[in-house]
């Protein structure tokens, strides 16, 4: 059975950090990303990363801020979240792809996790 359990989400003040991880297990994946859905806007990738190169990829609005890592030994993606801003209140969902290609393209992730909660107060 394939999961990805996201777990690290929760409230934060502007300015501060926060950590989400994704665990995955019963499949290898090529790629993982974390997308993100505020109220009433369209779902977008916030950062993904190829597990065979290592190559990352970051929405501009939170580049120099956000951090996406994996670890192999674990097989768990990490998003390092820091200077968070109001605007990055969503819920983060973890996504994972066995294709190669724009891991920030939804349709090449086939499994999701639930979705965690990240509220950034002002």
């Known amino acids: 059975q394939v999961q990805l359990v996201e777990s690290g989400g929760g409230l934060v003040q502007a300015g501060g950090s926060l950590r989400l991880s994704c665990a995955a297990s019963?499949?290898?994946?090529?790629?993982m990303a974390w997308f993100r859905q505020a109220p009433g806007k369209e779902r977008e990738c916030a950062a993904a990363?190829?597990?065979?190169?290592?190559?990352?990829y970051y929405v501009d609005s939170v580049k120099g801020r956000f951090t996406i890592s994996t670890d192999n030994a674990r097989n768990t993606v990490n998003l390092q979240m820091n200077s968070l801003k109001p605007e990055d209140t969503a819920v983060y969902y973890c996504?994972?792809?066995?294709?190669?290609?724009?891991?920030?393209?939804?349709?090449?992730?086939?499994?999701w996790g639930q979705g965690t909660q990240v509220t950034v107060s002002s």
């Open positions: 996504a994972g792809s066995t294709w190669s290609g724009n891991y920030h393209d939804p349709a090449l992730h086939y499994w």
């Open positions: 019963g499949r290898t994946f090529y790629g």
């Open positions: 990363i190829s597990w065979s190169d290592g190559s990352t």
